[in-house]
């Protein structure tokens, strides 16, 4: 039934016109498109179902243009441009445009003002930021911003062990991040092993959240707003994606 519910609702999302909503109800649309290019890429006969890969990535792109407007825009918060930022980076991994690498790593450091001793300074502990300094280290190869990174990891995983799953989906996508291209790299084996541990715990709870997430959109139909619709569609080409893996061998 989801295989048949994000079908649907990718054509649906097709004939959409971006321009009309806010750029921030929009991140998890970005990433189901490149979810859904880096599929196609790996999977080419799905272009049957979903086009051509420059075409699903000229999709995002036309996302990351809303960003790139927004991005030194002082009047948007902090945390929102944050988010700009690591999504117009995230654009450039599967797709090499070195112009929104540039532009994103560019604001990040604006985001990431360095004091007068040199040290990074945080303008808030949240997903995006810490999404940000992922990038950072992955791109500019910023070791400080690794660690930093960590911390708030760790700091996230305190709050969902103490209880508080309401920031569990809003974590999810940057301790898997950190652990994928940070962790493995800088953690020492006993520390890698605890947070693969941890994501191994916390994945039921986020496919049950994620559930309700794609129930609710069922329930509200058309009358779902673009924040919704863009979680679920990307939830949705998570799941497709993983099912190809599953059925073709791919890790």
């Given at each position: 039934m989801e295989k048949g519910l994000f079908h649907d609702l990718y054509k649906r999302l097709n004939m959409l016109d971006v321009r009309a909503y806010s750029p921030?109800?929009?991140?998890?649309?970005?990433?189901?498109?490149?979810?859904?290019?880096?599929?196609?890429?790996?999977?080419?006969?799905?272009?049957?179902?979903?086009?051509?890969?420059?075409?699903?990535?000229e999709q995002a792109k036309e996302i990351a243009r809303l960003y790139s407007g927004q991005l030194r825009n002082e009047d948007v918060p902090v945390d929102k441009r944050a988010g700009y930022a690591a999504d117009l980076m995230d654009v450039y991994q599967v797709y090499s445009d070195l112009?929104?690498?540039?532009?994103?790593?560019?604001?990040?450091?604006?985001?990431l003002?360095?004091?007068?001793?040199?040290?990074?300074?945080?303008?808030?502990?949240?997903?995006?930021?810490?999404?940000?300094?992922?990038?950072?280290?992955?791109?500019?190869?910023?070791?400080?911003?690794?660690?930093?990174?960590?911390?708030?990891?760790?700091?996230?995983?305190?709050?969902?062990?103490?209880?508080?799953?309401?920031?569990?989906?809003?974590?999810?996508?940057?301790?898997?991040?950190?652990?994928?291209?940070?962790?493995?790299?800088?953690?020492?084996?006993e520390e890698q092993e605890r947070l693969n541990e941890e994501r191994a715990r916390l994945l039921g709870s986020?496919?049950?959240?994620?559930?309700?997430?794609?129930e609710c959109f069922r329930q509200m139909g058309q009358d779902a707003d673009m924040g919704l619709v863009a979680e679920v569609f990307y939830i949705l080409a998570k799941r497709e994606f993983e099912m190809c893996n599953g059925l073709h061998g791919k890790k």
């Open positions: 921030d109800q929009l991140s998890g649309l970005l990433h189901g498109y490149l979810t859904v290019y880096s599929m196609v890429r790996v999977y080419p006969w799905l272009e049957e179902d979903f086009g051509h890969p420059g075409g699903i990535h112009g929104y690498l540039k532009n994103g790593v560019d604001v990040a450091y604006e985001i003002s360095a004091r007068e001793n040199g040290k990074i300074m945080l303008p808030c502990r949240t997903p995006n930021v810490c999404r940000l300094l992922c990038n950072c280290y992955y791109f500019a190869g910023d070791e400080e911003c690794g660690e930093l990174a960590g911390r708030l990891v760790m700091e996230a995983l305190g709050y969902i062990r103490g209880g508080d799953r309401g920031v569990l989906l809003t974590w999810w996508d940057a301790i898997c991040l950190y652990d994928d291209v940070i962790g493995t790299m800088e953690l020492p084996k986020v496919e049950r959240e994620e559930n309700e997430r794609i």
